[in-house]
């Protein structure tokens, strides 16, 4: 079964910093794109920063320059560096992979996400 653990939320002030982390375990096979991905009350979610397996990000224009998203494959961990945090960015944080793995005797792809981290930028 695979899973994907984020850690590193919290309460932090107008501009603070947070870093974010997401570890996927299981009988992961290949890990592809990496995402990041934010939902405020009453919004969408929407995208904040993707990375592939070769290290080629994208970033939303609200969090260019702000945020760094990088990963370390051998852990299986992406991380979301976020620097001059703003109210704006208050929302629960959710990690995405598009990954392939064992099921029995077969290779699968799916999409999975985390349960969420809650990030609060307030003072």
């Known amino acids: 079964q695979v899973q994907l653990v984020e850690s590193g939320g919290g309460l932090v002030q107008p501009g603070g910093s947070l870093r974010l982390s997401c570890a996927a375990s299981g009988s992961i096979v290949r890990i592809n794109a990496m995402g990041w991905y934010r939902q405020a009350p009453g919004m969408q979610r929407e995208l904040v920063a993707t990375?592939?397996?070769?290290?080629?990000?994208n970033y939303a224009d609200s969090v260019k320059g702000r945020f760094t998203i990088s990963r370390d494959n051998a852990k299986k961990t992406a991380y979301l560096q976020m620097n001059t945090l703003k109210p704006d960015d208050t929302a629960v944080y959710y990690c995405?992979?598009?990954?392939?793995?064992?099921?029995?005797?077969?290779?699968?792809?799916?999409?999975?996400w985390g349960q969420g981290t809650q990030v609060t930028v307030s003072s």
């Open positions: 990375i592939t397996s070769g290290g080629t990000t």
């Open positions: 995405n992979a598009d990954l392939s793995y064992l099921s029995g005797l077969s290779v699968r792809s799916d999409d999975y």
